[in-house]
């Protein structure tokens, strides 16, 4: 199936950068919208930001709205996640996840998504 690893978590303090990398592998991967969403401990899931397989068209969560950028590069098959002016409660394993094949558009509900990495935690420090 389809191999999603995330990479670039790791301890931040308040206000600070993170930049976490989606790649995607495997001979069966083909065109489809992306995501990404996060966990925090004894917390349920919950969408953070998506990307249309375009690039044109993105969404993000109310509470990372304009602190937060998703981007992709078709040609390496990653996706890439601009955390600024991050929050204490912004901590959690963040999860990359495709859409199946064909499946173009932006999608909000994990649902909607086939395909899920094993995650990268993001701790941020006050």
């Known amino acids: 199936q389809v191999q999603l690893e995330e990479s670039g978590g790791g301890l931040v303090q308040a206000g600070g950068s993170l930049r976490l990398s989606c790649a995607a592998s495997?001979?069966?991967?083909?065109?489809?919208?992306m995501g990404w969403f996060r966990q925090a401990p004894g917390k349920e899931r919950e969408f953070v930001a998506a990307?249309?397989?375009?690039?044109?068209?993105?969404d993000y969560a109310d509470a990372v709205k304009g602190r937060f950028t998703i981007s992709r590069d078709n040609v390496k098959n990653t996706v890439d996640l601009q955390m600024n002016s991050l929050k204490p409660e912004d901590t959690a394993v963040y999860y990359c996840?495709?859409?199946?094949?064909?499946?173009?558009?932006?999608?909000?509900?994990?649902?909607?998504?086939?395909?899920w990495g094993q995650g990268t935690q993001v701790t941020v420090s006050s």
């Open positions: 495997g001979r069966t991967y083909s065109s489809a919208a």
């Open positions: 990307i249309s397989w375009s690039g044109g068209a993105t």
């Open positions: 996840a495709a859409r199946r094949k064909g499946a173009l558009g932006i999608a909000t509900m994990e649902n909607e998504y086939a395909y």
